[in-house]
């Protein structure tokens, strides 16, 4: 069974900077993709951003050029980071790992961005 546990979130202000972080139970090689998903109150769970092991990352339309996902294979980790963030970023953010036969999620983060 692998672990997820993300780690960085908090409350920010409007403009301000986040670095949320995703650790693994075991070696992220397998995973054929790292994503981050987030859900806000009333609203559904969406994807943010997603790294596959190859080709370039998937970010939503709302986020790009603001957020960047990275994995990092000797921490065994993936991580967002997010610049210029908007109160519309408010939300408990996923980590997400998949293997060819499984989604694994972490418990979630919650970021508050607010002044």
């Known amino acids: 069974q692998v672990q997820l546990v993300e780690s960085g979130g908090g409350l920010v202000q409007p403009g301000g900077s986040l670095r949320l972080s995703c650790a693994a139970s075991r070696t992220i090689f397998n995973f054929v993709a790292m994503a981050w998903y987030r859900q806000a109150p009333g609203k559904q769970r969406e994807l943010v951003a997603a790294?596959?092991?190859?080709?370039?990352?998937d970010y939503a339309e709302s986020v790009k050029g603001r957020f960047t996902i990275s994995r990092d294979y000797h921490k065994n980790t993936v991580e967002l980071q997010m610049n210029s963030l908007k109160p519309d970023d408010t939300a408990v953010y996923y980590c997400?790992?998949?293997?060819?036969?499984?989604?694994?999620w972490g418990q979630g983060t919650q970021v508050t961005v607010s002044s």
């Open positions: 997400n790992a998949a293997d060819r036969w499984t989604d694994y």
């Open positions: 790294r596959r092991n190859s080709g370039s990352p």
